[in-house]
């Protein structure tokens, strides 16, 4: 796949970058955006998804934007030993899709709310495992220290966002699962692999911040 052409937002200060974010995301989702769940269920898992919400933390280094990311524990029911954004389900107390991910996130990794500039929010992904998934873009200023959960966490590390962005780094694979054939993105870091619902929801974040751009 072809390098995407450089962002001016990595070329501007990192005040006039959150606010060229904040406008970005302000906009209509574009069409290469919407749509992206790949329509496969795990048995099971059929039915309306549940609604739940994670949170894309732009993490502000003096070396450029990092993404925020963590590794699943291994002994988790869903998603085992996957990469992702910290988040989850939607609880009756949320005030909105930003205080479901704000919240998972504190309860995830132990960082604060107040360390976070929501931003605006992506288009829904709805997973394999039957959650329908707001991705909701942050502003994490540091310093901060992260406390995760071992239960849920195994490991937090953070991504180039230049590096996640460009789509010469944006691969597609598939899988047979019985009969089924399941398509599905993914994007290689180092030791790391970046696949599935994590991959296609970054996916969503470069077409939305490139769309006419």
């Known amino acids: ?9 990595f070329d501007l200060s990192p005040p006039l970058q959150r606010d060229w974010l904040a406008r970005r995301l302000a906009r209509p989702a574009p069409l290469s955006a919407q749509g992206m769940s790949d329509g496969f ?8 998804p549940v609604p739940a919400a994670v949170l894309v933390p732009l993490v502000n280094r003096p070396q450029g934007l990092q993404v925020l990311l963590t590794q ?5 029911p869903d998603h085992p030993g996957q990469i992702s954004f910290p988040g989850g389900r939607v609880e009756p107390g949320d005030a ?3 205080a479901t991910a704000l919240r998972e996130t504190a309860e995830e990794i ?8 929501i931003l605006g929010e992506l288009s829904t992904y709805v997973t394999v495992s039957g959650y329908s998934v707001r991705p909701v ?13 071992p239960v849920e966490v195994a490991d937090a590390f953070e991504v180039p966002l230049e590096f996640l962005l460009d789509r010469a780094h944006h ?21 790391r692999y970046i696949w599935g619902a994590t991959a296609s929801m970054l996916l969503i974040l470069e077409r939305t911040l490139t769309a006419d751009d």
């Not at 694979?173 to 030791?191: C, F, M, N, S, V």
């Open 96 to 98: 909105g899709f930003a």
């Open 137 to 149: 873009v942050g502003w994490v200023e540091p310093p901060f220290d992260l406390a995760p959960d």
């Open 171 to 191: 691969q597609r694979h598939h899988r047979t699962i019985g009969e089924i054939r399941r398509d599905y993105w993914a994007i290689p870091w180092l030791q």
């Open 72 to 76: 699943r524990s291994a002994n988790l």
């Open 41 to 48: 269920r795990l048995p099971g898992r059929d039915g309306e």
């Open 110 to 117: 132990g960082l604060p709310a107040s360390k976070v500039d």
């Open 1 to 9: 796949m072809a390098a995407t052409p450089r962002l001016s937002l």
